[in-house]
């Protein structure tokens, strides 16, 4: 009540949530009561929590923030919304997000821009925005968000609280809406690592249902929390302090590095040479997984179907036009091109040859450092519109975050600072499936 309140209040204000799902929760914390009162419950039974609009939910429509979904209501729910449920979890809603996740400042949701909570002109990040701006408003305790390209960490950073994206293959997939298969990975938002930690040990399973799904025992997240930083070797990149970084970003970033030497971990600067080509690799491959992703939305199976078709042409053509936004329509275009025949080997077979040599880079730096530190973003949040009318500054924002999800590594962003009071975020890079030591890490800063 105290949760459904404050979204009562205040969510006029950001548009944070696309749908809550009052009564739902309501009963569910009863039960989580009598679960409580039974002495079976688990530690996040009878915790608020909100679902990005990505992840199917039975029964309670799942938009994906685009018109074309914006009357489906979906006969399952995805692994990790069924994992919280039964872990006796509560959903407060379902939460604002860029049209099919494709976006960094929310501006481009069917349902109106998120605005941030430190400051209403400006953006909140996205793609998950609204899960960012909830949380930091402090309209849910925690959230689920997903990120393909820095969609957890650019927004945690804008926002001011923690994100966390595992390595590629730890979150089940099923259910949540593609939008490039070999990249997108869900993952937890919260205001602490801690509170990231608990929601990894639920939200982490093999699932037999996604066949990228990763079968290894889930850890204890929380177990390594306390761990001493001593000896700890991090990694700086000099790549990511280039130019096009905010100068006050940069200085909240290396005062936290400086943070780290006093707890006892050493730095050492490491590069990682092809970070240039993640941005224009990551433009071939997400577009193209894309396209191909979304030509399901014909206007037949389900979602958005246009009047009076006159023949089917007509209606996928109509269907597709009436139903996608604009900057969904630019990433079908540029990814149907670049897998066309006589185009194929020029731009998608390259831009796979480069995102293995943007893993190698990775590969070779965790010989020599535990985890990787950088700023998150390279500016803090920026008013509505700075950036709308042009794509490429738009891309420009998750420059830091995009080459983990081309190697399949796990990051995190944790607040560092301010900067004219707007939050800024360290990243923290992991090796693969290093989530402990990455919470480690971000718990004993926070
Ligand atoms: N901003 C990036 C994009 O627009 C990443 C989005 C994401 O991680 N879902 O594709």
């Known amino acids: 009540q105290h949760f459904l309140g404050r979204i009562k209040a205040m969510d006029g204000q950001y548009n944070s949530f696309v749908t809550v799902t009052e009564d739902a929760a309501l009963a569910k914390a009863a039960a989580a009561d009598q679960l409580r009162a039974s002495g079976n419950s688990t530690v996040l039974c009878g915790v608020p929590i909100a679902h990005k609009d990505i992840f199917c939910t039975n029964g309670v429509r799942t938009s994906c923030g685009s018109k074309m979904l914006d009357n489906f209501v979906p006969p399952y729910d995805a692994t990790v919304v069924d994992n919280f449920s039964r872990a006796g979890a509560i959903v407060l809603g379902k939460t604002n997000m860029d049209e099919f996740a494709m976006g960094s400042s929310n501006e481009t949701s069917y349902y109106g821009p998120v605005k941030n909570p430190w400051d209403t002109n400006c953006v909140p990040g996205g793609s998950s925005g609204g899960s960012a701006a909830a949380v930091a408003a402090r309209l849910t305790p ?131 040479p092809h970070s240039h080509l993640a941005v224009p690799a990551y433009y071939v491959i997400a577009p193209a997984e894309a396209s191909a992703n979304l030509s399901r939305f014909d206007g037949v199976r389900y979602g958005y179907r246009c009047e009076d078709p006159k023949d089917l042409r007509d209606l996928y053509m109509r269907t597709r036009g009436e139903g996608f936004g604009d900057e969904v329509k630019r990433r079908i275009l540029v990814g149907a091109y670049c897998l066309s025949a006589g185009y194929y080997d020029a731009y998608y077979r390259k831009a796979q040859q480069v995102r293995r040599l943007i893993k190698q880079d990775f590969v070779d730096a965790f010989k020599e450092v535990d985890v990787i530190m950088g700023p998150t973003s390279p500016s803090p949040a920026f008013a509505f519109g700075a950036k709308g009318n042009d794509p490429v500054a738009m891309y420009l924002e998750d420059i830091y975050t995009i080459a983990t999800n081309l190697a399949g590594l796990p990051g995190m962003s944790v607040p560092c600072g301010l900067v004219d009071n707007k939050p800024v975020g360290l990243q923290i890079i992991g090796d693969y499936f290093d989530e402990g030591l990455m919470l480690n890490v971000a718990h004993q800063f926070q």
């Open 142 to 272: 925690a959230a689920t968000a997903t990120d393909t390209g820095g969609s957890i960490r650019q927004p945690a950073a804008l926002c001011g609280i923690t994100g966390l994206k595992p390595t590629y293959g730890r979150v089940s997939r099923w259910g949540m809406i593609a939008f490039a298969s070999s990249l997108d990975q869900g993952g937890p938002m919260a205001r602490t690592a801690e509170d990231c930690a608990l929601m990894l040990n639920t939200m982490a399973s093999f699932d037999p249902r996604d066949s990228t799904s990763i079968d290894r025992p889930v850890p204890d997240y929380t177990a390594e929390l306390q761990n001493s930083l001593q000896g700890l070797k991090i990694g700086v990149p000099k790549e990511y302090f280039s130019e096009g970084l905010d100068s006050g970003t940069e200085q909240a970033v290396r005062d936290a590095l400086a943070e780290y030497e006093k707890l006892g971990a050493q730095l050492l600067e490491i590069s990682l």
